[in-house]
Every structure is written in C-alpha cells, then in structure tokens.
C-alpha cells in the first residue's frame, strides 16, 4: 500500500500544525526531512515527541516534533509520522510538497480513517464517530459520538444481530431437516416442522421490537448532531428579529417598525448550556398576497412544518387577530412554546376593572384549549424581560425531545434507513409466517434483514458504499 500525507489540523493560522503521514514509507520519508536535534543512529524512538528541524535542499524549514507511531499499533495500522511544527498553512503546505517529493500521495478525505478500518482498527460505526467527533457542535453530541467511538453502538446492536442469526440457523436447519425439532434458547421459535414455520412469530416481532429501539434514537441523534430547528414564527412586526437578535444576544436580524421588513427566513446556529439549537427568524404570518410576499409565507408555512420546535409569537398588548388565530390553527398539535412578547408596555394591557394589577388574559387566551400542551412565557424583546427565562424553557423542550436517548448512542442517516430496511424485512418474514407461507420465504426475508443489519456493522460492505462513507470526511482524518 502506498503512503500518504495531508495536514492534519484545520485550515487557517494555528500556534501548532501537524502533517501526518501513513504508509510503509512514512518512516523513511520522515528521515528525509526531520533531523533530530540529538542525533540518533536507530531512527526516531516510538511514540516519542523527539526535537528536531524540518529541512529540505535550500536549508531549515522550521523547527518541529516528530512522532513516530509503528504497525500495527497505530490509528491507522500501518506506520504512523506526525510531524508537529509552526501552524502558517505555507509552511504546512511547504511540508506536504516535501514529502509529496518523496514519493508519497496526497490523501483523500477520510483516508486515514479509512485505513484504519481496512485495517481492524475500527468499525464501521467507530469510524463514523471519528466524523461526529469532528464535527460536533455541542457537549451532548460530542460525548454520544465519543461513546459510539467506544463501541458503544456495536453493543446496541450485537443482541439484534445474535438473535437474527439463531433465527436463521434454526430456519435454515428446519429447511434442511424437515423431520427434526430445532430449540434454541435464544429465540422463541419451539418448533418447525414438515417445511412450514411453527412458531417463529414470536421471535420475530421480538427482532422487529429490537430494531425499532434503535430505529427510535435517530430523532434524537438528529437533533444532537445537526441542532433543534426552531421556528419563529408570528405576524408581521410582532418582533420577531427582535427575538432572535435578543436570543443571539447579537444584532443578527435587520428590525424596523416597517411590517413585513422580513421577506425570507434568517437561520443562525446557537449553542444553549451544550444544547444545539438553529433559530430560524420568518417572514410573517399575513392574509395570501401575491410575489414575494406569498412566496414568504409559504416558506414560513414549509418552516413551521418542518420545526422541531416552535416558538409562536404573539402580541401581549393587543387583542388577538385573525393573523394570531391563524398562526394558532398553523401550529395546533406541534412541539411549540407561546411566547407573548411586548410585555413591556403595561399600559396597553391594564384591565381596566383590575386596580391597576396587569392583565394576564392574553397568557390565559393562548395557553386556553390547549389541554397543557403549550407552556407561554412573558417576554419583551426589545428590554429583554424574560429572555433568560425563554431560553431556559427552550433547553428544557429540546432536551425532553433528547432525554429517551440518555446515555445510550443515537444512530445517523445511514444506519436509520438501513435498520427501516431491516424492519421492512423482518415484516415480510411476519407476514409470511401468518399466511403459512414455506420456510424458504422466510428464510430469504431473515438474510435479507440479516444483510442490511451487516451494513450498519461494516461485516457486508462494497467498495462503493465504503468510499461514500469516508468522503464526506475531512482531509487529513
């Protein structure tokens, strides 16, 4: 195998760079452009940070570490040289060039993390952890991937995996074997015989409860990995900028007393005590109009569907509208908090037979037929009255969505449509088991779910489905 190298740090100034090199020749290469600062006649010593020089055929390049990390025991299973010198990206980009010189290539995105699962350094699912790792944007997904990097997914999925494969072999002997009995203590199946399914089906609504636990965790995953959408969403000049520039605690949103200012969504990403969330500012609820203003409203009305949380913004010093009813009707039945803003102009919502006490009706009117579902809070945007207690409910709403997954790893895309390919499997083998249909049937259903779950796990993988994995790494992981 070839050796490669690439930068192993984030593009852009750094007090620290590294190069990293992998391969059989990393070694060799690095001798050609490290000299150590005691010399040594044996090669740089494993796993130590040795002092040294980076030079070429001009002279010095910068001063630098060097660690070498030998095969097997390595990330990537195979000879491992970190090069550790200034952060400037010419200089790094200079190193690179060096080694390039030297015989090594360029590596693809992911090709380090690649190796190493060719390699048996990883699974499948561990390196894709090494990618949540990376991209991260919040403490909670940052210690579910950490876990997933443990293993932690591996174990979720070892009983599914176990118990498909008893089902199988049982299944299959039966097949081969009409006249005997199969146990296994394992499943539930007790008994098959003369080529149909005895009672299987208990095993295998067993397997279907199994895979959709898991199949369960990938809201909250979602959520974890890319951030809560949350949708304000309320009629025009309501002070909706305003939110979101109160919630950013920056002037993200352009605010003008002008209704209808927003015509498009702004979207910013907020991290709310390690919670992620994306605060999505849209245009106004209003009457249908026409041009940009009707396409704004149906971007609202695609962003409220779409929310995994929204915050419906209305008035606490009017009377409410048909533009307020409308937007209550919007989000009827949804995820969402009422946040009733303009809470700082007492006067407008003085009720007039309450000795100068202020009037809580409008709490009252959003919070009314509802059943509990939403909660309101009193805020004002523009003084920030209860703004901290805003986005101290929105963590909790977010959290509450996020709380079932615990300590337990979430799955991502790509294992949650697998894991719907292998409920949809183990149906099929349910359906055929209750219209009394051959073993053989079920049989084919059972590999099937066992081929999608071996997807998930790296045990049945093409090249193609392997290199899609590893290209939305990024350089130098």
Known sequence: MDTIVAVATPPGLGAVGIVRLSGPYAPAIARRVFRPAKPTTDGLPPRYAVLGTLYDEAGDVDEALALFFPAPHSFTGEDVVELHCHGGPLLL?????????????SAEPGEFTKRAFLNGRLDITQAEAVNEIVRARSDAALRAAVRQLEGGLREQLEPLREGLLALRTEVE????FPEETWFDGLTTLSKVEGGEAGSVAPAIEGLLSQARRLTATYHAGRLLREGAKVVIAGKVNVGKSSLLNALLRSQRAIVSETPGTTRDYIQ???????????VVDTAGIRAPG??????????SERLIEEADLLLAMLDSSEPLGEEDHRLLALTAGRERLIVLNKWDLPARRMHPDSGGA?????LRRAQGGEQGRTTAVAVSALTGEGIDKLREVLVKAVRGQTAALAEGVAVNLRHYELLKAVEAALERAQQAV??????????SDLTEASNRLGEITGEVLTEEVINRIFSTFCLGK
């Open 93 to 105: 980009e200079r190193v690179v060039r060096l080694a390039l010189s030297l015989g090594a290539r």
């Open 173 to 176: 002997a039966s097949l081969d």
């Open 268 to 278: 910013e990403m907020l991290d709310l005590e390690g919670t992620p969330i994306v």
């Open 290 to 299: 026409e041009g940009i203003e009707a396409e704004g409203l149906r971007r």
């Open 358 to 362: 202020w009037d809580d009706s409008p």
């Open 434 to 443: 209750g219209e009394g249909l051959p073993l053989d049937q079920i049989a």
